[in-house]
């Protein structure tokens, strides 16, 4: 069983910084890609930033490509994302994720609230 505990969220103002944590329970962690998602409010929750099992191969979305940087730490079985110049269309609930069939159980998420 996965355990999933996103943090790291909060608000911040445009063109601001966060850096959001995900601590993984369960060896699968260190062998598996693992993915950061948004969803923001009233759509779909998009997959943004991968890396894999190493961390040598790395994935984003368009839509956050150049100013978020996700890495790893497989000795801490934590995933981090690294967004910087946030934009008001960043705000939405990160969740982080293996990337895996099935899919694990989601975590909480954390909230990220940009404001202009």
């Known amino acids: 069983q996965v355990l999933l505990v996103e943090s790291g969220g909060g608000l911040v103002q445009a063109g601001g910084s966060l850096r959001l944590s995900c601590a993984a329970s369960g060896s699968i962690f260190s062998f598996r890609s693992m993915g950061w998602y948004r969803q923001a409010p009233g759509k779909q929750r998009d997959l943004i930033a991968t890396?894999?099992?190493?961390?040598?191969?790395?994935n984003y979305a368009d839509s956050v490509k150049g100013r978020f940087t996700i890495s790893r730490d497989n000795a801490k079985n934590t995933v981090y994302l690294q967004m910087n110049s946030l934009k008001p269309e960043d705000t939405g609930v990160y969740y982080c994720?293996?990337?895996?069939?099935?899919?694990?159980?989601w975590g909480q998420g954390t909230q990220v609230t940009v404001s202009s």
């Open positions: 890396i894999s099992s190493g961390g040598t191969r790395i």
């Open positions: 994720n293996a990337i895996v069939t099935p899919v694990p159980p």
